[in-house]
């Protein structure tokens, strides 16, 4: 057991009157508690401390053990109120017996795995928390009704209990930051949460059975991140209909069953980035009209999503779309934004062209094109005049023209052309006027033209590396110079 200050307690005696009878003692221990064995409670506990000025933490030995010998905290009864964290930490306890009497935390509270505990009935006095509520990975734990006389607490995090089905017990209470309702498999429901603002971030993930969002109906802004992950029950996101804003990302992703995002037809602003991914029933993006901008779009990994018409009103300042196989057009995608700072197009089977980037004629940092097996043409890249760091595209199999670069005449760093299998010529470079720092061009098996580079090494002096393998033509950049940049 370890005391921090050295053992000290103060017998107070505050008299609110000049009579005895009116007279309230309190019995208070000042400093940081750890406690880690029955034993070392129940020596603390025939102190009758009042209160606790501190940390007050229960924890499991230093030995590598992940729990304490500690069975029952009938030795804390007389304590009422904590100034400071509460951590109950990988004990044996079934209950909560020995806190019925606690009735404030001035701190966080915290119960983490333990493995035998049911309720948490006897915490039915405890009616605030100034800080925040934990509870994980406590195996047996049923459902958290003794928390139901608080009325506020900063964060909510609620995860990994694996029997908890219901929040009936959150109907009163106002959660002043985030909410985090993680790894709870049979939870269909989430009831009560009547706060119109959520000042710090929604996270509801990895609930299984969830299938209502109900509670949220009165919900209009998010001021942090709005996650929805791994809920493989969930069509829809009823519930979420009147929600109007979110600060950060909108997060939607791993929940394989569902079909509609619909129901943010009210949403018209995203403080960060848009990410959709992993949602192998979805087919639309039908819902996000009302988003004007985002500062990233990324849409990956959704089998059987084909139609991105949802986002033709949102600018954006990085595109990702990868291994979405049920796309064949980017038609949907704003380019209005004229310069923006990344663009990503890979592992998109079906994706035949990018003309939906028409608008684009800056990227800022990279322009990757990559491994989309049946895109023949990049034209939709026609008007892009500069990359501001690297351009590289490579594995697209049917890709036999660069003319999509036709105007392209900078890149910060490099270019790196490989294994595009149907490239025989790379006549859209012609225009390049600079290339900061290297050109490498590789396994393009049909590869035999390299002239559109003849410019840029004899009219503006190329010097940075110029590497060339396993084409089926591989001049050196001298011979290009002189003209011998084809093979007859």
């Given at each position: 057991?370890?005391?921090?200050?050295?053992?000290?307690?103060?017998?107070?005696?505050?008299?609110?009157?000049?009579?005895?009878?009116?007279?309230?003692?309190?019995?208070?221990?000042?400093?940081?508690?750890?406690?880690?064995?029955?034993?070392?409670?129940?020596?603390?506990?025939?102190?009758?401390?009042?209160?606790?000025n501190g940390r007050f933490e229960i924890l499991?030995?230093?030995?590598?053990?992940?729990?304490?010998?500690?069975?029952?905290?009938?030795?804390?009864?007389?304590?009422?109120?904590?100034?400071?964290?509460?951590?109950?930490?990988?004990?044996?306890?079934?209950?909560?017996?020995?806190?019925?009497?606690?009735s404030a935390i001035d701190g966080n509270f915290?119960?983490?795995?333990?493995?035998?505990?049911?309720?948490?009935?006897?915490?039915?006095?405890?009616?605030?928390?100034?800080?925040?509520?934990?509870?994980?990975?406590?195996?047996?734990?049923?459902?958290?009704?003794?928390?139901?006389?608080?009325?506020?607490?900063?964060?909510?995090?609620?995860?990994?209990?694996?029997?908890?089905?219901?929040?009936?017990?959150?109907?009163?209470?106002?959660?002043?930051?985030?909410?985090?309702?993680?790894?709870?498999?049979?939870?269909?429901?989430?009831?009560?949460?009547?706060?119109?603002?959520?000042?710090?971030?929604?996270?509801?993930?990895?609930?299984?059975?969830?299938?209502?969002?109900?509670?949220?109906?009165?919900?209009?802004?998010?001021?942090?991140?709005?996650?929805?992950?791994?809920?493989?029950?969930?069509?829809?996101?009823?519930?979420?209909?009147?929600?109007?804003?979110?600060?950060?990302?909108?997060?939607?992703?791993?929940?394989?069953?569902?079909?509609?995002?619909?129901?943010?037809?009210?949403?018209?602003?995203?403080?960060?980035?848009?990410?959709?991914?992993?949602?192998?029933?979805?087919?639309?993006?039908?819902?996000?009209?009302?988003?004007?901008?985002?500062k990233g779009i990324t849409i990956s990994v959704?089998?059987?999503?084909?139609?991105?018409?949802?986002?033709?009103?949102?600018?954006?300042?990085?595109?990702?779309?990868?291994?979405?196989?049920?796309?064949?057009?980017?038609?949907?995608?704003?380019?209005?934004?004229?310069?923006?700072?990344?663009?990503?197009?890979?592992?998109?089977?079906?994706?035949?062209?990018?003309?939906?980037?028409?608008?684009?004629?800056?990227?800022?940092?990279?322009?990757?094109?990559?491994?989309?097996?049946?895109?023949?043409?990049?034209?939709?890249?026609?008007?892009?005049?500069?990359?501001?760091?690297?351009?590289?595209?490579?594995?697209?199999?049917?890709?036999?023209?660069?003319?999509?670069?036709?105007?392209?005449?900078?890149?910060?760093?490099?270019?790196?052309?490989?294994?595009?299998?149907?490239?025989?010529?790379?006549?859209?470079?012609?225009?390049?006027?600079?290339?900061?720092?290297?050109?490498?061009?590789?396994?393009?098996?049909?590869?035999?033209?390299?002239?559109?580079?003849?410019?840029?090494?004899?009219?503006?002096?190329?010097?940075?590396?110029?590497?060339?393998?396993?084409?089926?033509?591989?001049?050196?950049?001298?011979?290009?110079?002189?003209?011998?940049?084809?093979?007859?």
């Open positions: 057991m370890i005391f921090k200050p050295i053992f000290l307690f103060v017998l107070l005696t505050l008299l609110f009157s000049c009579s005895e009878d009116d007279s309230i003692e309190e019995n208070i221990f000042t400093g940081d508690i750890e406690i880690s064995s029955q034993a070392e409670l129940d020596a603390f506990g025939k102190n009758n401390f009042t209160k606790v499991p030995p230093n030995t590598g053990d992940w729990q304490s010998d500690i069975t029952n905290l009938n030795a804390l009864k007389s304590i009422q109120f904590i100034k400071g964290n509460f951590i109950i930490r990988g004990s044996l306890i079934t209950s909560l017996k020995g806190l019925n009497n606690l915290e119960i983490y795995g333990a493995r035998e505990l049911k309720d948490l009935n006897e915490l039915s006095n405890l009616k605030s928390v100034s800080q925040d509520v934990l509870i994980y990975n406590n195996d047996l734990l049923e459902n958290l009704n003794g928390l139901s006389k608080l009325t506020s607490i900063k964060n909510l995090m609620i995860f990994n209990n694996e029997l908890i089905e219901d929040f009936d017990w959150l109907k009163k209470i106002r959660i002043e930051e985030s909410i985090t309702i993680t790894g709870l498999p049979l939870i269909t429901s989430i009831e009560g949460i009547s706060q119109v603002t959520i000042n710090g971030s929604l996270e509801l993930t990895s609930n299984k059975a969830l299938v209502d969002l109900g509670g949220f109906n009165n919900l209009t802004t998010v001021r942090g991140n709005l996650s929805i992950w791994g809920n493989d029950a969930l069509t829809n996101l009823n519930g979420l209909g009147n929600l109007k804003s979110i600060g950060y990302d909108l997060e939607i992703g791993g929940n394989d069953g569902l079909i509609s995002i619909e129901e943010f037809a009210k949403l018209s602003s995203i403080g960060g980035n848009l990410l959709i991914t992993g949602n192998h029933a979805i087919e639309n993006l039908d819902g996000l009209e009302g988003v004007n901008s985002v959704n089998s059987r999503l084909e139609d991105l018409n949802g986002l033709r009103n949102m600018q954006f300042e990085r595109l990702q779309i990868e291994k979405s196989q049920g796309i064949i057009t980017l038609e949907g995608i704003n380019s209005n934004s004229k310069t923006i700072k990344n663009i990503e197009i890979h592992g998109n089977n079906f994706l035949v062209n990018v003309d939906a980037l028409s608008g684009i004629t800056s990227v800022e940092e990279d322009l990757i094109i990559s491994d989309n097996r049946s895109m023949s043409s990049i034209d939709g890249l026609k008007n892009i005049s500069s990359v501001g760091v690297n351009l590289s595209i490579f594995d697209n199999d049917l890709l036999s023209s660069l003319q999509g670069l036709k105007n392209l005449n900078t890149v910060g760093e490099e270019i790196n052309i490989y294994r595009n299998r149907s490239l025989s010529n790379i006549d859209g470079l012609g225009g390049l006027t600079t290339v900061g720092s290297k050109i490498y061009l590789g396994y393009n098996e049909s590869l035999t033209n390299f002239c559109g580079l003849q410019p840029l090494f004899k009219d503006y002096g190329f010097t940075g590396s110029y590497v060339v393998a396993d084409n089926a033509y591989n001049p050196t950049q001298q011979e290009v110079e002189d003209g011998n940049c084809q093979q007859n």
